[in-house]
């Protein structure tokens, strides 16, 4: 591959801190600095991509921040970014498929499964949600439980609870 490095930058947000990541003009991670699978995220990309880490501000991740500061501020309801998929093509297909959940609404697992043609696939969809190394612009924290529930978010309910607030416009305060 010809560049073997995947540019990174750390960005407060107002629900948690990220991980940004650009690989060749590509966006591949968005990901939770604390969540409990980042070492299996950060390896995936890496052997995936043949690629190691070096923090540094690229266009793209200087765009990816504004966009991300545009959402929280309830001026961006869709994210215009070049996204790259690192993962088996299961998961691909479910990220792809979470992309298509709008902006303030939710999905269960469930509904996710069968929206793939796959209903009893639930557990595996619910195995590659938690895997997305793109959090927030690949709307994981979207899905919910078949109660409407909130279920497990890579970073924590908390932050899941005042995503989908802003989303839903709600007066919850993120600050």
Not at 89 to 95: A, G, I, K, N, R
Not at 115 to 133: C, D, E, F, T, W
Not at 134 to 149: K, L, W
Request: net charge positive; proline share 3%.
């Amino acid at each position: 591959m010809q560049n073997s490095i995947i540019h990174i930058h750390h960005y407060s947000s107002p629900v948690g801190e990220l991980i940004l990541g650009d690989y060749n003009n590509q966006l591949c991670l968005c990901d939770w600095q604390y969540r409990k699978m980042r070492k299996e995220v950060d390896k995936r990309l890496l052997n995936g991509l043949q690629a190691t880490f070096e923090t540094q501000l690229t266009p793209l991740l200087q765009e990816t921040v504004l966009q991300l500061g545009a959402y929280f501020d309830h001026k961006l309801k869709h994210f215009d970014l070049p996204l790259l998929l690192v993962g088996t093509d299961f998961q691909q297909s479910v990220w792809k498929a979470l992309q298509q959940i709008e902006y303030g609404k939710t999905q269960t697992y469930l509904g996710l499964a069968k929206q793939l043609n796959n209903p009893k696939a639930i557990r595996a969809v619910a195995s590659a949600n938690g895997a997305n190394a793109i959090s927030i612009i690949i709307p994981c924290h979207r899905i919910v439980g078949s109660n409407q529930e909130l279920v497990g978010y890579a970073g924590g309910l908390s932050a899941k609870r005042k995503l989908l607030a802003l989303e839903q416009g709600s007066q919850l305060t993120l600050f």
